[in-house]
C-alpha cells in the first residue's frame, strides 16, 4: 500500500505524524511525506523519504479584520465565555491555516498544486494529511485514495464546524448556508481544483486522533484513537548528558515554533533565570540567542543548548517549564515529568493547562506579570511535593491507555481498502 502524508509547514505539525509514518513503513508500506521544501531535511532525517513542494514562503492570503469578526459573529459565542476566549486565541491561527493555500492573483499556488500533481502521479492508496494543510483533502480526491486528518492537537478545526453547523440549524441565529463563513474561506482553495465545500472534503474519511480520551473533543467525527509517541528531532547525545545528573534536574523549553513568532529576549527566560539562580537543580536551557537575550544573566547551574531533542533530555529531568505547546506536554508526560506551564493565550496552552491541573500533574502560571519569585516558589512545589509525581503518573496512565502506531496499522489497513477508489 502507498501512503502519502501531507503535512504544513511547520514542525510542530510534522513530528507527531512520525511515529505513525514509521509505523506504517515498518508494516512494509510505502510512505512518502509531503510538505514545504524547508521540512525536508527534518522529514529525511527521521528516515523517511519525503517529497519538496516548493520553496513558497508567501504569506497566508490576507483574511481582515472585518472578515473575522464576521466569522466570530457567525460562531456567536458569549463574551467573555471559556468558548469565546478559546476562539479568540486561535482565530488568527486557524484564518492561517485554512488561507495558506489560497491561489495568488493569477490562480496559481506552488504548494497546492504540487502536491495535487504528487497525488495524481504516484496514486497512493491513503493521504493523512494536517487539518492545517486542506489541500491534502483535495489530493486524496483528486487520486481517489481514502482520506484520512491527523491531528496534532486539540481539535479546532473540527470544533469551529460543528459550532458553525449548530448555529446553521438555528434559525434564530441569522447564520445560513449562503453566510458559512469558513465554506467562503476554503471555497478558493477546493475550487480551484473543481471541488464544491463540503463536509466530506473539510474532514475526510476518517480522523487519526492522538490526544487523550479525558481532554474535550467535538462529537460526530469518526475517530481511530492513537497513542501519542513523541518525536522531537534527531540527533547525537551530547556526552554531557549521558551520565545521570548529581542534582535534580529542570528543562526550560519555550518550543521551536515559537522562536519564529516571538522577536527579542523572552521575559520567560529571565524570570525562570533569576528563579533558579542559586536553588540546588540543573537547569537545561533550550533557548536561542535571540531568546536569552544580551544583558540576561546566566546563572552558574544554568547550561543553554540551543536545540535538543526533548526525547533525550526528558528522561533524566525531575521538572519542566514550558509554554504549553502539546509537543512538550506529551514529551514530559510520557516520561512523567511534573510540569509548569507559562502560558500565554494560545490555542494548545488553554487546553493542556486544564488537563495538567485537572490530572494535578503541574502547575499553571501567566507570561503576564510573571515574576522570578512566583517562578521559584512553584517550581520548589513540583520538586517536593510528592502529589504532582502522582499526578504525572496519573497522566502517562492516560496516554497509555491507547493504541500505539504499530496498533492501529490493520486499523488504516481496512479503512483505506473501504474508502479508496478507482476510475
Keep these: 500500500m502507498r501512503i502519502l502524508f501531507a503535512v504544513a509547514p511547520l514542525t510542530a505539525h510534522l513530528y507527531p505524524s512520525i511515529p505513525l509514518a514509521w509505523a506504517l513503513q515498518s508494516a512494509g508500506h510505502e510512505v512518502r511525506v509531503a510538505s514545504n521544501t524547508g521540512l525536508v531535511e527534518q522529514i529525511t532525517a527521521a528516515g523517511l523519504t519525503a517529497v519538496g513542494l516548493g520553496e513558497s514562503t508567501s504569506p497566508p ?4 479584520e472585518g472578515q473575522l469578526d464576521r466569522f466570530s459573529d457567525a460562531l456567536g459565542f458569549e463574551a467573555g465565555s471559556d468558548f469565546d476566549r478559546l476562539w479568540r486565541a486561535t482565530r488568527y491561527y486557524l484564518a492561517a491555516a485554512y488561507t495558506r493555500y489560497h491561489p495568488d492573483e493569477e490562480g496559481r499556488q506552488e504548494l497546492a498544486d504540487n502536491l495535487v500533481e504528487t497525488a495524481r502521479n504516484w496514486q497512493p492508496d491513503l493521504v493523512v494529511w494536517d487539518p492545517a494543510c486542506p489541500v491534502g483533502s483535495v489530493a486524496a480526491r483528486e487520486c481517489g485514495a481514502a482520506s484520512a486528518r491527523m491531528l496534532w492537537g486539540p481539535d479546532y478545526f473540527g470544533w469551529v464546524r460543528r459550532r458553525l453547523i449548530e448555529r446553521m440549524n438555528d434559525p434564530a441565529s ?3 448556508a449562503d453566510t458559512d463563513p ?3 474561506i476554503l471555497a478558493p482553495v477546493f475550487g480551484r481544483f473543481g471541488h464544491d465545500f463540503s463536509e466530506e472534503l473539510l474532514f475526510g474519511d476518517f480522523t487519526v486522533d492522538p490526544i487523550p480520551s479525558q481532554l474535550p473533543r467535538p462529537q460526530g467525527l469518526r475517530r481511530i484513537p492513537m497513542r501519542w509517541v513523541p518525536y ?6 551530547p556526552q554531557w548528558l549521558s551520565r545521570p545528573p548529581s542534582r535534580p534536574r529542570v528543562c526550560l523549553s519555550l518550543g521551536v515554533t515559537g522562536r ?10 529571565t524570570a525562570a533565570f533569576e528563579a533558579v539562580a542559586g536553588m540546588d537543580i540543573e537547569v537545561i536551557a533550550t533557548v536561542n540567542a535571540d531568546q536569552l537575550g544580551k544583558d540576561t544573566r546566566v546563572p552558574d547551574n544554568v547550561r ?4 535538543l531533542p526533548l526525547t533525550q533530555v526528558m528522561p533524566t529531568c525531575s521538572a519542566v517549564i514550558h509554554h504549553g505547546g502539546f509537543g512538550t506536554f506529551f514529551a514530559a508526560a510520557t516520561h512523567q515529568v511534573p510540569q509548569m506551564i507559562v502560558k500565554e493565550d494560545l490555542g494548545s496552552a488553554l487546553n493542556s493547562t486544564r488537563y495538567l491541573e485537572a490530572r494535578g500533574a503541574g ?3 501567566h507570561s503576564d506579570g510573571l515574576s522570578a519569585a512566583e517562578v521559584g516558589k512553584q517550581l520548589s512545589r513540583l520538586l517536593t511535593e510528592p502529589s504532582f509525581q502522582e499526578g504525572a503518573l496519573a497522566v502517562h496512565a492516560d496516554i497509555m491507555a491507547a493504541p500505539g502506531p504499530c496498533e492501529i496499522v490493520p486499523i488504516l489497513e481496512r479503512l483505506a481498502t473501504q474508502y479508496r477508489s478507482r476510475d
Design 304 to 307: 543553554i543548548v540551543d536545540y
Design 61 to 64: 492570503a490576507p483574511i481582515t
Design 182 to 184: 469558513l465554506a467562503a
Design 260 to 269: 519564529t513568532v516571538q522577536e527579542g529576549r523572552d521575559a520567560r527566560v
Design 363 to 365: 502547575v499553571v502560571l
Design 232 to 237: 522531537t528531532g534527531a540527533g547525537s547525545v
Design 174 to 176: 441569522g447564520v445560513s
